[in-house]
């Protein structure tokens, strides 16, 4: 499965989510770092789940861009 994963700049750091798995974030000083963390936070937000029994989300969130002037 693929999730989509939002990557925001802020004034020191990087932090991104994955708007699917509610509570799911990572921070890092760069965005390769904060890339690395939220695939590891995916994976040990997935087993969670299966841990407790829960059901794996589908995927419903998608990326696009829109382009300005």
């Known amino acids: 499965m693929e999730y989509a994963v939002v990557i ?6 990087y932090g991104a989510y994955v708007p699917d798995l509610p509570g799911c974030i990572a921070v890092g000083d760069t965005a390769e770092e904060v890339k690395d963390l939220i695939e590891e936070a ?13 059901s794996i989300p589908e995927p419903k969130s998608t990326v696009d861009f829109v382009k300005t002037s």
């Open 8 to 13: 925001e700049k802020g004034a020191t750091s």
């Open 42 to 54: 995916v994976e040990l937000y997935l087993e969670a789940l299966q841990e407790k029994g829960e």
